[in-house]
C-alpha cells in the first residue's frame, strides 16, 4: 500500500510541476508568437502595396505608410497613397479554418493580391490555395458581383471568374464561398471609407 502511495503522490507531482512548465512556457512565448502574427500580416500588406522593408523596420515602415481604420467591427489596411485597402478573411475549407488577406484596388472591386495565412487542406490537393503561383490567377480579378470559381475550359474567362484547383473542387468551391461572404460582410463598411 505504501508503494502505492508513493506512485500516486510521485505522479501527482510529476504532473503539477510538468503542468507549470507547459503554462509558463505558454506565458513566456504568448507575445512573441502575437509578435510574429503582426509582423505577418504587416509583412503582407507591404508586400501587397509595393513597399520595401525588412524584419528591422517593419513596424515603422508599416505605419507610416498604412493607416488602420476601423469601421464598426472590421479593420481594414488602407495604403496610404494608392488608396488600396486590405482585410483579413476566414471561413471553413474542407478540412478547417482558411484565413487570409486580400487586398483590393483603390475601386474596392478589382483584386491585387490575396495571401493565405492559415488552411488546412489536403497537401498536393486543396493545398494548393495557399500556393503563389495559384493565388496570382487572381491578380486584376473583379470581385463584384461575386467571384466566380470554375472548371477550367476553354472559353475565355470572364472578368469576375477564376479557374478552380484541378482535383481539389470541394476547396476550390469553399474558398469562393469564403471569399464572397466576406467581400459581402466588409461591402458596406468598405464604401463608408470614402475613395480615391
Known amino acids: 500500500m505504501k508503494r502505492y502511495l508513493k506512485m500516486v503522490w510521485f ?8 503542468s507549470v512548465v507547459f503554462v509558463g512556457m505558454e506565458i513566456w512565448t504568448r507575445p512573441l508568437i502575437d509578435a510574429n502574427a503582426a509582423n505577418e500580416l504587416k509583412s503582407i500588406v507591404l508586400s501587397a502595396n509595393d513597399i520595401s522593408f525588412n524584419t528591422g523596420n517593419i513596424s515603422a515602415v508599416f505605419d507610416e505608410n498604412v493607416e488602420i481604420k476601423e469601421v464598426g467591427e472590421y479593420t481594414f489596411y488602407v495604403e496610404k497613397n494608392s488608396g488600396r485597402v486590405s482585410y483579413q478573411f476566414s471561413g471553413g475549407g474542407v478540412w478547417g479554418p482558411i484565413i487570409g488577406i486580400i487586398t483590393l484596388e483603390s475601386d474596392k472591386e478589382t483584386i491585387r493580391q490575396i495571401r493565405i495565412m492559415q488552411q488546412e487542406e489536403t497537401p498536393g490537393l486543396g493545398g494548393v490555395v ?40 470541394r476547396t476550390s468551391k469553399a474558398f469562393e464561398q469564403i471569399l464572397n461572404d466576406s467581400y459581402a460582410d466588409v461591402q458596406s463598411a468598405l464604401a463608408q471609407l470614402g475613395g480615391q
Open 11 to 18: 505522479i501527482l507531482i510529476l504532473g503539477s510541476l510538468t
Open 130 to 169: 495557399a500556393d503563389l503561383k495559384y493565388l496570382a490567377k487572381y491578380v486584376g480579378i473583379k470581385i463584384v458581383p461575386k467571384i466566380e470559381i470554375n472548371i477550367p475550359d476553354s472559353s475565355p474567362n470572364k472578368p469576375n471568374e477564376v479557374d478552380s484547383i484541378t482535383g481539389a473542387t
